[in-house]
């Protein structure tokens, strides 16, 4: 059954389907459970939660609580699952709504990764940068923003300057953790990154960047660039593949062109889970994924930033304070492809963020620790303040 319509009590729903199946029911010798369709390649936890949710509705209308629900994806793969492993989560975040429902002044925003995809970001980001919210300091959690506002940390300044002798004074928050939720604020608060002390890993030379483009709906890669030696000075070359077919070709004829030894950087997943489909489908050098290099992660671990960092966007407005969508928005790749100028769109964007991860590598992973110790808490209080 196509879009049925679920209504119980104060919820509603509209499953994509409904399967018919036997067995007995409110509406006589069979009863149904909910398939929905999705345009994703793998189950993500909110699509879970959301035929969670439908088929505890459904359970309700058809007296009869139905034992699996079912996600089809992009590739007509059907993943099903056992609704009770999921009936607690589902019964948490209802229970979340209606409490929302019930009292929406209660309701807090907090700086998250979704955020940047949000409608309500203007609002909430003027909100939390008012009130100096906690949840401005990279590395916050809801529990520990809980935990020190209960000890009257409440603000960003108080946190730059929260040095608690005891367990007690601290909430038992791990003192490691309650050392970098404070670089944190004073990073806030000078409005750059504080490069960490930290030990020296293998240099990192020679190496490239290597970067692409997707369209994730389509599971395909729409651009793929490689910038050698990795700097902003390093030579910048790309690729267009036209189809599915060509991808593979385009990154062994960047790699070509690239010192067989070099490490090659790349940011975050998309990369190396790419490679690892393709290379499934041939006969790959297995030489070759072992130079991989994860630039997110090491970026991640060398620095503390001013606002909390999830996607490549927030390392280069929080790490170097440029605008991260000067040349377009990764995500609206696809939409370019019809343009005229797709070709130019494409390769100024691969190029522009290749060129912030050379800078990003130059000023976060190559630079000497930022010398802040000596001055303590104050020192950068006074540097944040107007003059
Ligand atoms: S911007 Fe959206 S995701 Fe972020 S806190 Fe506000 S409502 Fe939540």
């Not at 994509?16 to 006589?28: E, H, Q, V």
């Amino acid at each position: 059954m196509h879009q049925g319509v679920l209504s119980a009590g104060d919820r509603l729903g509209l499953p994509d389907l409904l399967r018919k199946l036997p067995g007995d029911s409110a509406f006589g010798a069979h009863h149904y459970e909910v398939v929905d369709v999705k345009t994703s390649g793998r189950t993500r936890s909110d699509q879970i939660l959301q035929v969670c949710f439908y088929s505890q509705l459904l359970g309700e209308v058809q007296q009869r609580a139905p034992e699996h629900g079912a996600i089809v994806l992009k590739d007509g793969r059907e993943e099903r699952f056992a609704v009770a492993d999921y009936a607690a989560a589902a019964d948490e975040v209802v229970a979340a709504l209606r409490q929302l429902r019930d009292d929406p002044g209660a309701a807090r925003p907090f700086l998250q990764a979704g955020c940047a995809g949000c409608y309500h970001d203007q609002r909430c980001l003027g909100e939390l940068g008012k009130a100096q919210d906690l949840s401005l300091v990279q590395g916050m959690s809801h529990g520990a923003r809980a935990i020190l506002e209960g000890l009257g940390c409440r603000t960003v300044v108080d946190l730059a300057t929260f040095h608690p002798e005891h367990a007690r004074q601290r909430g038992n928050l791990d003192p490691t953790l309650v050392r970098r939720l404070r670089r944190g604020a004073q990073a806030h608060l000078l409005g750059k990154p504080i490069v960490e002390e930290r030990p020296r890993t293998e240099r990192l030379e020679p190496a490239a960047i290597l970067h692409l483009l997707a369209d994730p709906y389509a599971g395909r890669v729409l651009a793929m660039g490689a910038l050698f030696p990795a700097t902003e000075a390093g030579r910048f070359e790309w690729r267009r593949p036209q189809q599915a077919g060509d991808e593979w070709q385009a990154l062994r004829e960047l790699v070509a062109g690239l010192p067989p030894r070099s490490a090659l950087l790349h940011f975050g997943e998309a990369l190396p889970r790419w490679y690892e489909e393709q290379a499934f489908a041939r006969e790959a050098d297995p030489a070759l994924e072992v130079r991989f290099v994860d630039l997110q992660k090491r970026l991640r671990a060398a620095a503390v930033y001013p606002r909390p960092v999830f996607g490549l966007a927030d390392f280069v407005s929080s790490g170097l304070g440029r605008d991260p969508l000067r040349a377009g928005h990764a995500g609206a790749a696809a939409l370019w492809l019809g343009l005229p100028d797709a070709d130019a769109r494409l390769e100024q964007k691969l190029r522009t963020d290749l060129l912030d991860l050379a800078t990003l590598k130059a000023q976060i992973l190559d630079a000497a620790p930022t010398p802040l110790a000596a001055d303590g808490p104050r020192a950068v209080l006074d540097a944040a303040r107007p003059a």
